[in-house]
């Protein structure tokens, strides 16, 4: 019997995965889980709408979702339509892929107000993932603030900054690039709670902004170290180098007065958010100042606030845990040894490792727990259903599954409907999706 693997979660650690075990053992029968009908996870719903060439990475996970021994169900969730514990029994081996979708959140008071969002909510809805069609982020604003320091948090002020030109090329939903073009949004501060040094944005990202068609950055000369100083001195040559490069860029920004664009991107160091100011919604932010003492942000006492209506906390994300799995709950994520959680059970990605790294770090989980399962099994698969056995459970349990094929046919829709430069006109709700392909 070859192999019976399900795959929950279809984003990049997925996809590695799937890649890796097709080549170690390729008579090894793989089935993708996917909650939503669209494959690619984060590629798809996080990496942002206006760098297309970043999303191009799911053209190579395609090859693989069409191989010959690989199926897709998507629209198919772990623990609303089958059970890890069914999966277990129905598979060989069932690897972990989902990520860690959820919004870290901020716990300052004030922050449940209207006009704070998290970023996985925020780069959510523009980015048309369905759980976020409904969000209502309140753009009639003139000023924002955007908290944090990596490129998420750049993602999230270069989409509110874009112009309606810039919009157009990306693939923004029509109903978000309506919302963002209406807004009279002037001024969005980013706030990095230790310095320019120890920023997490890459240096293509910052640079980025500087060729914004309305949109000029600000920095303040004032918070630029003249060098790196002597806590990087350990820093290994190409980690130094990116920090020496977003410092040249930041002092070329110091030199621009706010009057050359009508629109500004602020970046702002040494401050942590403390109070969200107003009354139902917000009215403002205050800031404690900060000073960095061994590598750490230390509250200074010295508060200071921003007129501004919309907060967006890019703080990191966070997975849940799931039913049926151990969780750590100190560390967000299901506990395992390089992968392997239990006989049988294996995790990659983000629900394996934490939120962090790029698209590419997650390839290294695929082949570690490609190996593992390949060991594991030294005389090929049990006695388990696999595919014909999930596909027994969904029917008698009413669930419409979405094949690769069915999403290919959205996929071509999408291409399709797109207008002008834009790349593809999302679907952004379930329903839309399902009612395209069955009517
Ligand atoms: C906003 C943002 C922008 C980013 N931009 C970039 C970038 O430009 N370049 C770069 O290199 N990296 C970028 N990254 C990082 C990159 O996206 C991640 O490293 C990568 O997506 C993590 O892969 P993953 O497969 O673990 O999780 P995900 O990509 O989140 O995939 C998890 C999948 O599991 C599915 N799933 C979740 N729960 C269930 C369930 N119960 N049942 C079935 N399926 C489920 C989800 O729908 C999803 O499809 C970005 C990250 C974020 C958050």
């Given at each position: 019997?070859?192999?019976?693997?399900?795959?929950?979660?279809?984003?990049?650690?997925?996809?590695?995965?799937?890649?890796?075990?097709?080549?170690?053992?390729?008579?090894?029968?793989?089935?993708?889980?996917?909650?939503?009908?669209?494959?690619?996870?984060?590629?798809?719903?996080?990496?942002?709408p206006?760098?297309?060439?970043?999303?191009?990475?799911?053209?190579?996970?395609?090859?693989?979702?069409?191989?010959?021994?690989?199926?897709?169900?998507?629209?198919?969730?772990?623990?609303?339509?089958?059970?890890?514990?069914?999966?277990?029994?129905?598979?060989?081996?069932?690897?972990?892929?989902?990520?860690?979708?959820?919004?870290?959140?901020?716990?300052?008071?004030?922050?449940?107000?209207?006009?704070?969002?998290?970023?996985?909510?925020?780069?959510?809805w523009y980015n048309g993932?369905?759980?976020?069609r409904d969000l209502?982020?309140?753009l009639?604003?003139?000023?924002?603030?955007?908290?944090?320091?990596?490129?998420?948090?750049?993602?999230?002020?270069?989409v509110?900054?874009r112009?309606p030109e810039g919009l157009a090329k990306s693939d923004v939903p029509d109903h978000v690039a309506a919302r963002i073009s209406a807004s009279?949004?002037?001024?969005?501060?980013?706030?990095?709670?230790?310095?320019?040094?120890?920023?997490?944005?890459?240096?293509?990202?910052?640079?980025?902004?500087?060729?914004?068609?309305?949109?000029?950055?600000?920095?303040?000369?004032?918070?630029?170290?003249?060098?790196?100083?002597?806590?990087?001195?350990?820093?290994?040559?190409?980690?130094?180098?990116?920090?020496?490069?977003?410092?040249?860029?930041?002092?070329?920004?110091?030199?621009?007065?706010?009057?050359?664009?009508?629109?500004?991107?602020?970046?702002?160091?040494?401050?942590?958010?403390?109070?969200?100011?107003?009354?139902?919604?917000?009215?403002?932010?205050?800031?404690?100042?900060?000073?960095?003492?061994?590598?750490?942000?230390?509250?200074?006492?010295?508060?200071?606030?921003?007129?501004?209506?919309?907060?967006?906390?890019?703080?990191?994300?966070?997975?849940?845990?799931?039913?049926?799995?151990?969780?750590?709950?100190?560390?967000?994520?299901?506990?395992?040894?390089?992968?392997?959680?239990?006989?049988?059970?294996?995790?990659?990605?983000?629900?394996?490792?934490?939120?962090?790294?790029?698209?590419?770090?997650?390839?290294?989980?695929?082949?570690?727990?490609?190996?593992?399962?390949?060991?594991?099994?030294?005389?090929?698969?049990?006695?388990?259903?696999?595919?014909?056995?999930?596909?027994?459970?969904?029917?008698?349990?009413?669930?419409?599954?979405?094949?690769?094929?069915?999403?290919?046919?959205?996929?071509?829709?999408e291409?399709?409907n797109a207008e002008g430069p834009a790349p593809r006109k999302k679907f952004v709700t379930?329903?839309e999706?399902?009612?395209?392909?069955?009517?």
């Amino acid at each position: 019997m070859p192999l019976s693997i399900a795959i929950i979660g279809s984003g990049p650690a997925g996809f590695y995965t799937a890649d890796a075990l097709m080549r170690a053992c390729p008579e090894c029968e793989i089935n993708f889980i996917e909650r939503l009908p669209s494959p690619y996870g984060l590629i798809r719903g996080g990496v942002a709408p206006d760098h297309q060439t970043t999303k191009k990475v799911a053209k190579k996970y395609e090859r693989t979702a069409l191989m010959e021994h690989v199926d897709y169900y998507g629209n198919v969730e772990l623990n609303r339509d089958v059970s890890l514990q069914e999966f277990s029994e129905l598979y060989d081996a069932v690897v972990l892929a989902v990520g860690a979708p959820n919004d870290k959140k901020m716990t300052i008071p004030g922050s449940d107000k209207y006009g704070v969002v998290g970023s996985a909510a925020f780069v959510g809805w523009y980015n048309g993932h369905p759980d976020f069609r409904d969000l209502d982020p309140g753009l009639n604003i003139d000023t924002a603030a955007v908290i944090g320091n990596g490129n998420v948090a750049m993602d999230v002020a270069r989409v509110l900054l874009r112009s309606p030109e810039g919009l157009a090329k990306s693939d923004v939903p029509d109903h978000v690039a309506a919302r963002i073009s209406a807004s009279p949004i002037k001024d969005v501060y980013m706030y990095g709670r230790r310095g320019p040094v120890e920023a997490k944005f890459t240096n293509v990202e910052l640079r980025e902004i500087k060729n914004l068609n309305h949109t000029v950055p600000m920095v303040r000369a004032e918070q630029l170290p003249d060098d790196l100083g002597a806590a990087f001195g350990n820093l290994d040559s190409r980690d130094r180098r990116l920090r020496e490069r977003n410092l040249k860029s930041l002092r070329e920004y110091a030199a621009f007065t706010g009057e050359e664009k009508p629109k500004r991107l602020h970046f702002e160091f040494y401050a942590s958010p403390v109070e969200i100011l107003g009354g139902e919604r917000v009215e403002g932010l205050r800031l404690e100042k900060t000073r960095v003492v061994d590598g750490r942000a230390e509250g200074t006492g010295e508060t200071f606030d921003l007129a501004c209506g919309l907060v967006v906390a890019a703080i990191g994300y966070r997975s849940d845990p799931i039913e049926g799995a151990p969780y750590d709950e100190a560390r967000g994520i299901i506990p395992n040894k390089e992968g392997r959680v239990s006989e049988g059970l294996y995790a990659v990605g983000w629900i394996k490792r934490g939120p962090s790294g790029v698209i590419s770090s997650n390839r290294p989980d695929g082949e570690i727990v490609a190996g593992f399962i390949h060991d594991d099994f030294p005389n090929g698969g049990g006695n388990k259903p696999g595919r014909a056995g999930l596909e027994k459970l969904l029917k008698e349990r009413d669930v419409r599954w979405v094949s690769f094929a069915d999403w290919q046919k959205l996929e071509a829709m999408e291409l399709e409907n797109a207008e002008g430069p834009a790349p593809r006109k999302k679907f952004v709700t379930i329903e839309e999706m399902l009612n395209a392909l069955d009517g």
